[in-house]
């Protein structure tokens, strides 16, 4: 390689070589990385056919819980998208009509719940907020869809059946 001029040098050029100039140690250089790769295992995997396992602490789709008697255990508070940090959850809450007592925890409920999921960050804060333990962060990453109101995801959408696991709060 050529002498090179001071780096605090603002106005310095470049003595090239002859096969700098052509770019060859560059090339030897770039080969040589491309190379080293070909013996290592392959970090891409067949997607769809082979799918990732994702870490215990990644966040994707949420999931509203029922308690193990099937009862909502999300009582309308709120909380959760007060706590959002981009505005993604709706709820509007109301009292819950007398034939339906059975299936609440409380007299208030959600009557609607949506996840904007285009506006989520999956930062969780939500599930941190939530004073009953009603809705978590699942590792469910696949909910690509092709329309926008398709992931507006709604209560009847995000709630699961009783018997799914339940996590409590200390
Ligand atoms: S994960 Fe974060 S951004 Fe998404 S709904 Fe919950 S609080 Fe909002
Ligand atoms: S999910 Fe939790 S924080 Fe949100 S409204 Fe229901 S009970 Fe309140």
Do not use: W
């Not at 941190?128 to 909910?143: M, Q, R, S, V």
Request: glycine share 4%; net charge neutral; aromatic share 12%.
């Amino acid at each position: 390689m050529a002498k090179q001029p001071p780096q605090n040098d603002p106005f310095r050029k470049y003595n090239l070589t002859f096969a700098e100039r052509l770019y060859l140690p560059a090339i030897a250089k770039g080969m040589s990385v491309t190379l080293s790769h070909f013996f290592r295992k392959p970090v891409t995997i067949q997607y769809p056919e082979q799918r990732a396992e994702v870490s215990h602490r990644f966040r994707g789709r949420h999931t509203l819980k029922l308690d193990e008697f099937g009862r909502e255990r999300c009582v309308g508070c709120q909380m959760c998208e007060l706590a959002c940090p981009a505005d993604a959850i709706t709820i509007q809450a109301a009292e819950v009509p007398p034939e339906r007592r059975h299936l609440h925890l409380t007299e208030r409920y959600a009557a609607t719940y949506e996840i904007d999921l285009l506006r989520c960050i999956f930062c969780g804060m939500c599930e941190e907020a939530c004073p009953e333990a009603a809705i978590f962060l699942t590792p469910f990453y696949e909910f690509a869809d092709d329309s926008r109101e398709k992931l507006i995801y709604t209560k009847k959408m995000l709630t699961e059946k009783t018997g799914g696991p339940i996590f409590y709060k200390d």
